[in-house]
């Protein structure tokens, strides 16, 4: 079963995408936690979270990272949730981007 984040790509279900390179894409994040919330997230769906993509493919993690930079617009906060006790719910890697007035202090 495809994840959610793979069907907004495919356009089966709708979602705004700000950005996208041959093997990642940007979706504005449905339930904003700050000013700019973005999600950066690899089209493939061989990752289910940032420590097996940092093992399986360092470049690809390296590509989001600096999308998300280029993307904020300035400083910002990346955030991983790993695993369902840290807050994780869709198992298809995504790097929060969180930027803006971030005084109200979201982690995601
Ligand atoms: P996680 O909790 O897995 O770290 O983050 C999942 C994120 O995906 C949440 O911030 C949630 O708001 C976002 N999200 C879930 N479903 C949708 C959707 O259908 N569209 C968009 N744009 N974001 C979604």
Redesign the pocket.
């Known amino acids: 079963m495809a994840s959610?984040?793979a069907r907004?790509l495919s356009g089966e279900?709708p979602?705004?995408i700000v950005r996208e390179t041959d093997r990642v894409f940007v979706?504005?994040?449905?339930?904003p936690?700050a000013p700019v919330?973005l999600?950066v997230i690899p089209k493939t769906e061989d990752y289910a979270n940032v420590v097996e993509l940092a093992a399986g493919d360092p470049a690809l993690l390296a590509e989001m990272v600096g999308l998300g930079a280029e993307l904020a617009g300035g400083d910002f906060r990346l955030?991983?949730?790993t695993g369902e006790d840290a807050?994780?719910?869709?198992?298809h890697v995504?790097a929060?981007v969180l930027a803006g007035d971030l005084s109200e202090g979201s982690l995601?």
């Open positions: 959610i984040f907004i279900i979602g705004e979706l504005r994040d449905i339930a936690q919330h999600l955030v991983f949730n807050g994780q719910t869709v198992f995504h929060h995601v």
